[in-house]
């Protein structure tokens, strides 16, 4: 077995059989008022630590039952327990929206753009905490919420001071690949992404990574949208009208694989960059 499977492994075992962490449900202020769910930096002894604003994708934070979803928990508690306090953004709630997946990119009440507010109210939450290194606060997305990740990495307002790092899991890059001049990210970005990726593809993101220096681009074969989920199946949302393939619907599912290394390079990833 190679050492970066059983690392892989190891890190998922860890999460399988540890007992999943009650997250604390807390409402930060910034335009709009919004629920986040906090996972307390686990371990250590004490003092400010790093930490994470997490950003959900076009399904919400949470799963059928009402429950944090899987992937969004198991990401949470590896962090907390890696030593990163984690806030988990509710953009949906306070907006009355249950899911955009299932409605075409034109009609969608909700850009990604329209959420960077949210990113910065919920850093300005974590900073002002005692228990939080303000320097040292990561952004982390998937999909829409990783849309958002660039989109918020695009210009820094005046008197915030930058993401120490950000991590985007299968964002949409094509906007701004499109873009005549190169994208110029304030913060180091990590892009991780399927090659096989069907509802926002790796091609885009292949293209804005090629003239960003500042931006890291990791492909994995054979993986599609959601690869890095812990749980479900490989299989095609035909109820999704957007993709590659409009109308045809979009391939979504799990890569142990993937995930595997996904885990490792980003806990090494935020290792470096927040310290």
Same mark, same amino acid.
């Given at each position: ?9 190891? *890190? ?8 999943? @962490?009650?997250? $604390? ?11 986040? &769910?906090?996972?307390? !930096? ?30 969004? !928990?198991?990401?949470? +508690?590896?962090?907390? /327990? ?29 850009? @990604? #753009? ?6 910065? !109210? ?12 303000? +320097? /040292? ?8 919420? #990783?849309?958002? !990740?660039? &989109?918020?990495?695009?210009? %820094?307002?005046?008197? +915030? ?11 949409g890059c094509t906007t701004l690949a499109r873009r005549p001049e190169p994208y110029r990210p304030?913060? =180091? ?5 399927? +090659?096989?990726?069907?509802? %926002? ?11 960003? =220096? @500042?931006?890291?681009?990791? *492909?994995?074969?054979?993986? &599609? ?25 979009? %391939?979504?599912?799990?890569?142990? $694989? ?18």
């Open positions: 077995m190679s050492l970066l499977r059983h690392c892989g492994l190891l *890190l998922l075992a860890v999460w399988g059989s540890a007992v999943a @962490q009650v997250a $604390e449900r807390v409402r930060i202020d910034g335009p709009l008022a919004l629920d986040a &769910y906090f996972y307390a !930096a686990q371990g250590g002894h004490g003092g400010r630590r790093p930490a994470v604003v997490a950003m959900h994708g076009c399904g919400g934070p949470f799963d059928r039952e009402g429950a944090i979803g899987a992937r969004h !928990a198991m990401w949470a +508690e590896h962090l907390s /327990r890696q030593g990163y306090a984690v806030l988990l953004v509710d953009s949906f709630s306070a907006r009355g929206i249950r899911t955009l997946c299932t409605i075409p990119n034109k009609d969608r009440p909700l850009r @990604q #753009a329209d959420r960077v507010a949210d990113a910065w !109210a919920a850093k300005a939450w974590l900073a002002a905490r005692d228990d939080v290194a303000a +320097e /040292r606060i990561a952004l982390l997305g998937w999909s829409h919420g #990783a849309g958002t !990740a660039l &989109y918020t990495l695009d210009e %820094t307002p005046a008197n +915030e001071r930058p993401f120490a790092a950000a991590v985007a899991f299968y964002p304030t913060s =180091p970005l990590m892009i991780l992404i399927g +090659e096989a990726d069907d509802w %926002t593809p790796a091609a885009s993101c292949r293209a804005l990574a090629s003239r960003s =220096p @500042q931006v890291v681009l990791k *492909l994995y074969p054979g993986a &599609y949208h959601d690869f890095d989920n812990p749980g479900g199946k490989l299989r095609v949302r035909s109820e999704v009208p957007n993709g590659v393939n409009p109308g045809q619907g979009v %391939t979504v599912g799990p890569d142990p $694989e993937a995930r595997e290394d996904a885990l490792r390079r980003v806990t090494a990833y935020l290792a470096e960059k927040l310290g």
